[in-house]
């Protein structure tokens, strides 16, 4: 049966040309984009395209995702697809995936090629995250990351590289799934944790603080200032400084401050090291482990739900369960 299925574009490097030689701009909407997918008639879909921006990816806001949720939960499509740039393509998702309420299957997919370059890489995306949106495999799964013929889960899927096509990994657990001969083909499903309230904005003030050796702890004050709550990328599995341990107690005492870690895999521990700034120390200091969860990540989540008037100890008990860990 032909699967109806939504696209909505917002822009980035899958959108991008240039005719003055000055670098590539997002210049491209839903029609053109479309109209270079080779194979959709094999794909036995109905698609549909709406541009909603054309945006470099870094500066989308979760204005635009809303919007994009909006226009989907009002669909009566089968299926659907985000195309955006890369940069900001798994803090998309991740959003997405945190308000997303429907079983209905949802792709996000972009491209690190632009179409001027030699093996552009969007056609063949859109195309995966096409089939994988009208697949009923997907259905239950929530939003995936689709690119280069791998499935990726929001809630692990993170870009490991500037510049290659395989960018897209999850460092955890690997992808849930590939798209082989036009078909999608799940390794795992992922268990799916609830929905969150869809609040009408996500702009509370929730800044990210990436710790580095023999950084001082002035920062602090600085990016704490105003804030409604603090991430830290804190060293290892989710350390501080010593010196920076009684700042952020004081800062903890004021507005929720979650730790999470810079690496590049691996969760923030919760019972391990007891040093002056490690994660028991930090904790007795109001300080919250993010798990598995990554800095940006955790900004997103707090930030929805202080959206929606969430509890300090809510919003904990939350960032714990999502985290994965402990």
């Known amino acids: 049966m032909t699967k109806r299925i939504a696209m909505y574009f917002l822009g980035g490097t899958i959108s991008m040309s240039s005719d003055d030689g000055a670098g590539v701009r997002p210049t491209l909407g839903a029609d053109d984009l479309i109209a270079a997918v080779p ?23 979760p204005a635009h995702l809303l919007e994009v949720l909006q226009r989907a939960s009002a669909s009566d499509a089968d299926g659907f697809v985000l195309v955006q740039g890369t940069d900001t393509l798994e803090e998309s998702a991740y959003l997405l995936d945190l308000l997303w309420d429907d079983g209905r299957a949802f792709a996000v997919t972009g491209a690190m090629r632009n179409p001027t370059m030699a093996g552009a890489d969007g056609a063949a995306n859109m195309l995966a995250a096409i089939r994988v949106a009208a697949s009923d495999a997907a259905r239950g799964l929530g939003v995936v990351a689709v690119f280069a013929d791998e499935i990726h889960a929001a809630r692990s899927v993170t ?3 500037t510049s290659s096509l395989t960018t897209f990994v999850s460092p955890d657990c690997g992808p849930i799934g590939r798209v082989l ?16 309230p869809r609040p009408d904005a996500v702009d509370a ?3 990210v603080l990436t710790v580095a050796l023999g950084q001082s702890a002035r920062a602090l004050d600085a990016v704490s200032a105003g804030a409604d709550a603090l991430v830290i990328a804190g060293l290892g599995a989710g350390h501080v400084p010593g010196w920076w341990a009684e700042s952020v107690g004081h800062i903890a005492a004021r507005i929720p401050v979650i730790m999470t870690s810079r690496t590049f895999s691996g969760p923030a521990l919760v019972e391990t090291y007891g040093a002056v700034g490690a994660e028991v120390d930090l904790q007795r200091r109001g300080v919250v482990m993010g798990g598995y969860l990554r800095a940006v990540q955790v900004r997103l989540l707090v930030m929805t739900m ?6 300090r100890e ?3 008990a939350e960032v714990r369960r999502r985290g994965g860990y402990r």
């Open 205 to 207: 003030e929730v800044p």
């Open 181 to 196: 001969e036009g078909r999608t083909h799940l390794f795992h499903r992922p268990a799916r944790l609830p929905a969150l």
């Open 314 to 316: 809510s919003i904990a």
């Open 39 to 61: 194979g959709l008639d094999a794909a036995d879909v109905d698609l549909t395209g709406e541009t909603i921006a054309r945006e470099q990816s870094g500066s989308l806001t």
């Open 306 to 311: 202080l959206a929606t008037g969430a509890s």
């Open 159 to 161: 870009k490991g590289d």
